[in-house]
C-alpha cells in the first residue's frame, strides 16, 4: 500500500486524478477500522492531513462553509450558534476521542445511513463541495446519497467543504441507541423549523438505504402550521397535527431488519422521535426566540 501525502489541495486532486482508486484518510476513523479489520486493502491512501484549510470554517451571511476535515469536537465548541442541530448530532457521536478526529467530510465519504451527521445536513438544508482537476461541483444534499454507503462523489473527486444554512430557527436531533455513548444510531431524526421560509425540515437516519428527508410529512405540517397561521401566532401545536406528522414521518422509513434494531421499532421510534423534536423545536420558537422577535 502506498502512502500519498500531498501538502496542499492542489497536490490531493492532482494525486487522486492521477489515482482515482486511491482512498482519502481524514480523521481515519472509518478507514481505520476497514483496513484493521482487513475489509479493504486499498493500493493507494490518500492523507488529507497535511492540508490546514480542510479544518477551517467561515460563517457567512446566510451559510457556513465548513472544511470537510473540521471534526466534531470544534463543530459543537465552536458553531453551536449557527448550526444547532449539527451541534446536538455531533454530541451523540462515539465518544471525545472519536470526535476529535472524525469530521463530516468523513460521514459523507463513507455514506453510511447510520451517519449522525447526515439528518442534520438534511434538515439545515446543505451543499457538498465537490471538486477535482477538472473543477468544482455544489452537490445538494438531497441529491449526496445514492445508495448504501454510496455517495454522488466521481471517482477524481474530493470533498473541500460543506456549505450549511445557518438556523434561522430551532433545530433538534434525537437518535436512538442502545446505550448514551460510543453507539451507531438505530435510527435518528433531525429537525430545523425554517420560519423565514415558514417550512420544516427532516431528516431520517439509518432507518432507509440511505439517509431521507421525510417529505410528505413536511409537505402536510408546513401546509398545517400555514392554514392555522401557526407561525404567526406560536400558539400550541395541536395534537392531530403532530400525530398525522410522525405517523408520516414513519411511513417514509424504509427500514430492515439487522443486529441494532427491528423495521418495525425503527418505523415506530422514528414517529416518536418525529413528534418530540417538533413539541421541543416548537417550545423554543414560542419561548426566547418569537418574543424577541416581536419586541424589534
Ligand atoms: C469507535 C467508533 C465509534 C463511532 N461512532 C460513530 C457514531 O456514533 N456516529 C457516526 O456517525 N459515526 C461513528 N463512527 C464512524 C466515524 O467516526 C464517522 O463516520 C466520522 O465522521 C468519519 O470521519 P473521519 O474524518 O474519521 O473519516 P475517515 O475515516 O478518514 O474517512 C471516511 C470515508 O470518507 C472518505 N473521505 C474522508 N475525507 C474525504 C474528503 N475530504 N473527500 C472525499 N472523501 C473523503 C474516506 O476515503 C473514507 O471513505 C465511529 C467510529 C468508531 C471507530
Redesign the pocket.
Known sequence: MDFLRPASWEEALAAKAEHPTA???????????EINFDHRRPEYLLD?NRIGE?SEWEVGQESVRLG??VP?SAIMEHLRAELPGLALASH????PQ?RN??????????A?P????HPALLAAGAEVEAESVRGTRLIPIDAFYTGVKRNA?EPD????AVHIRKADGPQQYSKVGTRNA????VCAFGLALHPETRTVRTGIGSAAPTPVRAKEAEAFLNAALDEGGFWESGKIITPAIAKQFAALASGACNPIDDVRGTAKYRRHAVGIMARRTLGWTWEQYRGAGRTLEGAA
Request: glycine fraction near 18%.
Open positions: 482512498v482519502p484518510i481524514a480523521g481515519g476513523t472509518d478507514v481505520m477500522v488529507l480542510l470537510a476535515s466534531y451523540t457521536v462515539a465518544s472519536i478526529r472524525g469530521g463530516v467530510g468523513g460521514n459523507l465519504g463513507t453510511s447510520a451517519g449522525d451527521a462523489l473527486e474530493l470533498i473541500r460510543m453507539v451507531i444510531a
